[in-house]
């Protein structure tokens, strides 16, 4: 009798040990995104050059998941997976440019805002403005940039993330003490160009020096949550979008590939109270388990996503390992070459790309011996397990152009206008064997950047003797040239870039500009509605502006 007692009294203790983490039905949920950090770049995943003493206290505060991954090397498709929880072939952005969130998804925003929770956020880059769709479902979405006349690109636009700390810290603080809220923070400060803080320079590796001014940021929105009483009454996630190259397999910053440093983010969850704090779960879990699990925790159904829960999981200490998709079709729609796509589980890491590659998950984190040759086995299974998983993958792209945008194409003179991007015949590259060409193309990016346009047209005209498909290097090339005063040479690259990519919206932006410059209104009006089929802020806003300059000012 004493002995079954004693059973039970085991029985009972392991239950307890098994039982999911508690929900917490009167939380509030605060999720922060940390743009491209590597997770082996903290502290927490066993780095010891780095200075992140914030992210430090919150994994000893919090639970660390050891082996979280992105599904996309690029910030606005991974963030559309983090707060969807789909994969990109399901919430369709497969890339920064020419995509934007369909309407009838449904975010961790709309979710919330369902169950009565206020929603708030403020993000520091461009590639995640409110127009991108991710804004839809929050009350206050503020992504007011400055903008820096130095910075050409757009696309390129950022600011400090202090202010969008502060923006925030202000939004929360005004909430009601009692009236739950969703809080969503985008930090940009790993992002290339790294520009750490002078007091951040003495790191040395500036990479290391903006991670460690964006774990200053994280401090500072932890420790005034903390301040304010509101901390142990919050669930708060952590994590990255994706990583970072750094140079690992010749790639300086993220896109190109699907290596384990541009997929591998960190992951640490602060529950109310520190519950559990100071736990490390090891074993792969997807990004689109993020947004499950927190809806889960706060009391939320995570219905209709691919992600999954891992509120069991915090308890027992181990994932039920689940392989993670991960897919970049940046090198498809940039430059013509190949997409890849990757399966990551605890054993493989598998890259499906015209030279597939297999990695051993423990042994070789740093991914240097390709076992695909000697394990066709493995390879063939990882690559079924894609089929079956998500179907045929392949490159999302309207079948046919619209018909006024062919219409305006065909008006000026672009002839067989109708290829979409990413359209292409023929076997395509290996990006693994272009990646001189695309660090070539980046090294030129950065000679235009720093007004060396000379320099920079010698190093695109080589390239794309070689590469003639590189849309984005005809690009540059164009924009180049016009800045050098030589017009019909940039106006022939630009021509280039849209038969290639006819609706390529920078390249009609600058035709516009051309056109407008040189006395074709007409034209330039034509380029820039082409450039708002796929960007129709900056599209619109150079139409207005050409018509302003007609002085058209009612249409305007
Ligand atoms: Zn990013």
């Not at 599904?71 to 952005?93: D, E, F, N």
């Not at 590939?257 to 109310?272: C, I, K, S, W």
């Not at 027992?316 to 090198?331: A, I, K």
């Given at each position: 009798?004493?002995?079954?007692?004693?059973?039970?009294?085991?029985?009972?203790?392991?239950?307890?040990?098994?039982?999911?983490?508690?929900?917490?039905?009167?939380?509030?949920?605060?999720?922060?995104?940390?743009?491209?950090?590597?997770?082996?770049?903290?502290?927490?995943?066993?780095?010891?050059?780095?200075?992140?003493?914030?992210?430090?206290?919150?994994?000893?505060?919090?639970?660390?998941?050891?082996?979280?991954?992105?599904?996309?090397?690029?910030?606005?498709?991974?963030?559309?997976?983090?707060?969807?929880?789909?994969?990109?072939?399901?919430?369709?952005?497969?890339?920064?440019?020419?995509?934007?969130?369909?309407?009838?998804?449904?975010?961790?925003?709309?979710?919330?805002?369902?169950?009565?929770?206020?929603?708030?956020?403020?993000?520091?880059?461009?590639?995640?403005?409110?127009?991108?769709?991710?804004?839809?479902?929050?009350?206050?979405?503020?992504d007011a940039l400055p903008i820096d006349p130095a910075v050409e690109a757009l696309a390129a636009q950022r600011r400090d993330g202090a202010q969008s700390v502060d923006s925030l810290l202000g939004w929360i603080d005004a909430r009601p003490a009692r009236g739950r809220f969703f809080a969503f923070l985008h930090l940009y400060e790993p992002h290339a160009p790294y520009l750490p803080p002078p007091a951040y320079q003495r790191l040395g590796d500036p990479y290391d020096g903006a991670v460690a001014y964006a774990d200053e940021l994280v401090g500072r929105l932890v420790a005034r949550l903390r301040e304010r009483g509101r901390l142990d009454g919050v669930i708060l996630a952590v994590t990255a979008d994706?990583?970072?190259?750094?140079?690992?397999?010749?790639?300086?910053?993220?896109?190109?590939?699907?290596?384990?440093?541009?997929?591998?983010?960190?992951?640490?969850?602060?529950?109310?109270?520190?519950?559990?704090?100071?736990?490390?779960?090891?074993?792969?879990?997807?990004?689109?388990?993020?947004?499950?699990?927190?809806?889960?925790?706060?009391?939320?159904?995570?219905?209709?996503?691919?992600?999954?829960?891992?509120?069991?999981?915090?308890?027992?200490?181990?994932?039920?390992?689940?392989?993670?998709?991960?897919?970049?079709?940046?090198?498809?729609?940039?430059?013509?070459?190949?997409?890849?796509?990757?399966?990551?589980?605890?054993?493989?890491?598998?890259?499906?790309?015209?030279?597939?590659?297999?990695?051993?998950?423990?042994?070789?984190?740093?991914?240097?011996?390709?076992?695909?040759?000697?394990?066709?086995?493995?390879?063939?299974?990882?690559?079924?397990?894609?089929?079956?998983?998500?179907?045929?993958?392949?490159?999302?792209?309207?079948?046919?152009?619209?018909?006024?945008?062919?219409?305006?194409?065909?008006?000026?003179?672009?002839?067989?206008?109708?290829?979409?991007?990413?359209?292409?015949?023929?076997?395509?590259?290996?990006?693994?064997?272009?990646?001189?060409?695309?660090?070539?193309?980046?090294?030129?990016?950065?000679?235009?950047?720093?007004?060396?346009?000379?320099?920079?047209?010698?190093?695109?005209?080589?390239?794309?003797?070689?590469?003639?498909?590189?849309?984005?290097?005809?690009?540059?090339?164009?924009?180049?040239?016009?800045?050098?005063?030589?017009?019909?040479?940039?106006?022939?690259?630009?021509?280039?870039?849209?038969?290639?990519?006819?609706?390529?919206?920078?390249?009609?932006?600058?035709?516009?500009?051309?056109?407008?410059?040189?006395?074709?209104?007409?034209?330039?009006?034509?380029?820039?509605?082409?450039?708002?089929?796929?960007?129709?802020?900056?599209?619109?806003?150079?139409?207005?502006?050409?018509?302003?300059?007609?002085?058209?000012?009612?249409?305007?």
């Open positions: 009798m004493r002995r079954r007692g004693l059973v039970l009294v085991f029985a009972l203790a392991a239950a307890c040990r098994r039982a999911p983490a508690d929900r917490y039905p009167a939380a509030s949920v605060v999720l922060v995104s940390i743009d491209t950090l590597r997770a082996d770049r903290l502290a927490l995943y066993g780095y010891a050059k780095g200075a992140t003493p914030h992210l430090d206290a919150l994994g000893r505060e919090g639970v660390v998941f050891e082996d979280a991954y992105s599904h996309c090397p690029l910030t606005l498709p991974a963030h559309s997976s983090l707060l969807t929880g789909l994969l990109p072939p399901h919430h369709g952005v497969r890339d920064n440019e020419g995509f934007s969130l369909a309407e009838d998804k449904r975010t961790l925003a709309t979710r919330f805002r369902a169950a009565g929770f206020e929603t708030g956020a403020a993000v520091s880059a461009y590639v995640i403005r409110a127009s991108t769709g991710l804004s839809r479902g929050f009350d206050r979405y503020d994706h990583g970072e190259g750094l140079g690992d397999h010749g790639e300086q910053e993220h896109g190109l590939f699907l290596y384990r440093e541009a997929v591998h983010v960190p992951l640490v969850l602060r529950l109310p109270g520190a519950a559990r704090g100071g736990t490390r779960i090891a074993g792969t879990l997807a990004q689109v388990d993020i947004p499950a699990t927190l809806l889960d925790l706060a009391g939320l159904p995570a219905d209709g996503m691919d992600g999954r829960t891992q509120r069991a999981v915090i308890a027992r200490g181990t994932v039920d390992s689940r392989p993670v998709y991960s897919e970049t079709f940046f090198p498809r729609y940039h430059f013509g070459w190949s997409e890849l796509l990757a399966v990551t589980d605890d054993r493989y890491r598998y890259i499906q790309a015209p030279r597939p590659e297999l990695f051993d998950a423990r042994k070789d984190r740093a991914e240097r011996a390709n076992l695909a040759p000697q394990r066709a086995e493995t390879v063939r299974a990882m690559a079924g397990w894609i089929e079956n998983a998500l179907g045929r993958v392949g490159a999302a792209a309207p079948s046919a152009v619209p018909a006024d945008v062919a219409e305006n194409l065909r008006a000026l003179g672009y002839v067989g206008g109708t290829a979409r991007l990413g359209s292409t015949s023929g076997p395509l590259a290996d990006p693994k064997d272009e990646v001189g060409a695309y660090e070539a193309f980046r090294r030129a990016g950065a000679l235009h950047d720093g007004g060396h346009d000379e320099e920079a047209v010698r190093e695109l005209r080589r390239l794309l003797a070689d590469s003639p498909r590189m849309v984005d290097a005809w690009h540059l090339l164009g924009l180049a040239l016009f800045r050098m005063g030589r017009t019909p040479d940039a106006v022939a690259a630009l021509d280039k870039v849209v038969e290639i990519e006819p609706t390529h919206a920078g390249a009609h932006l600058a035709l516009a500009r051309i056109d407008a410059i040189e006395g074709r209104p007409d034209h330039a009006a034509r380029h820039a509605q082409l450039a708002a089929a796929t960007q129709p802020g900056p599209g619109f806003e150079t139409l207005a502006e050409l018509m302003l300059r007609a002085n058209r000012l009612p249409e305007a």
